[in-house]
């Protein structure tokens, strides 16, 4: 089955600046995702990461707040700008393999 | 609109006993489920998974059920066992559209020893 590994798996940030999430897939995967896990809710997709072209965003989602990368089949990067406390969560990203695999994810605290 | 549900925040079995956990959809246009289960500090797990097809799909201690008519599935695990004790949740998709997973809220089992 895939490994991901997803770096940093936590990070506590000041209002106003952006962090970069990394994720790296041991194998090559056609799609890979971005969640978003708020304190006590459900995961919510945040964009699909396509290799070669930009992200597909979902509703409630921009490209200015989170810009995403797919350089090649193995790697994406998601950034989180301008952060405000209300960005605070888990962010996961996961791969179309042996189910929808997911990275261990990186908890984000901004203060 | 929250598309897949899973109604019990929380549920408690003994161990050895039978954990039942619900989901229900509504988006009928959803063919393929599946479970995770998910530790503190971890990423989601995949545990099992169904296509529309079946109306049953087991593997070990998990076997997963799906009502389609009902638009309900469900996850038992026999028996339980402490470290089952986690966040599972249920989530669904269109195999053939856009591949995404949308995710229900989660239900957190507890299996007491």
């Known amino acids: 089955s895939a490994v991901i590994s997803q770096k940093p798996s936590r990070d506590i940030c000041q209002r106003g600046t952006s962090l970069t999430i990394q994720c790296q897939v041991d194998?090559?995967?056609?799609?890979m995702f971005w969640y978003r896990q708020q304190p006590g809710q459900s995961l919510t997709l945040i964009a699909t990461?396509?290799?070669?072209?930009?992200?597909?965003?979902e509703s409630g989602f921009v490209i200015d707040k989170f810009p995403i990368s797919r350089p090649n089949l193995t790697f994406s990067t998601l950034t989180v700008s301008n952060m405000s406390p209300e960005d605070s969560s888990i962010y996961l990203c996961?791969?179309?393999?042996?189910?929808?695999?997911f990275g261990s994810g990186t908890r984000l605290t901004v203060v | 609109d929250q598309q897949v549900k899973q109604n019990s925040p929380s549920l408690s079995v003994q161990e050895g006993r039978i954990s039942i956990l619900n989901c229900d959809y509504t988006n009928s246009m959803f063919d393929y489920f599946l479970w995770y289960k998910k530790y503190p500090a971890e990423g989601p797990t995949f545990l099992i998974s169904i296509s529309s097809i079946k109306d049953k799909n087991e593997d070990g201690r998990f076997t997963v059920f799906l009502n389609k008519s009902a638009k309900h599935l469900s996850l038992h695990i026999v028996p339980s066992q402490p470290g089952d004790s986690a966040v599972y949740f249920c989530a669904a998709l269109n195999s053939g559209g856009y591949q995404k997973v949308t995710f229900g809220t989660g239900t957190k089992l507890q299996v007491i020893p």
């Open positions: 194998s090559q995967v056609t799609m």
């Open positions: 990461a396509n290799q070669g072209s930009e992200a597909t965003y």
């Open positions: 996961s791969v179309d393999a042996d189910g929808y695999t």
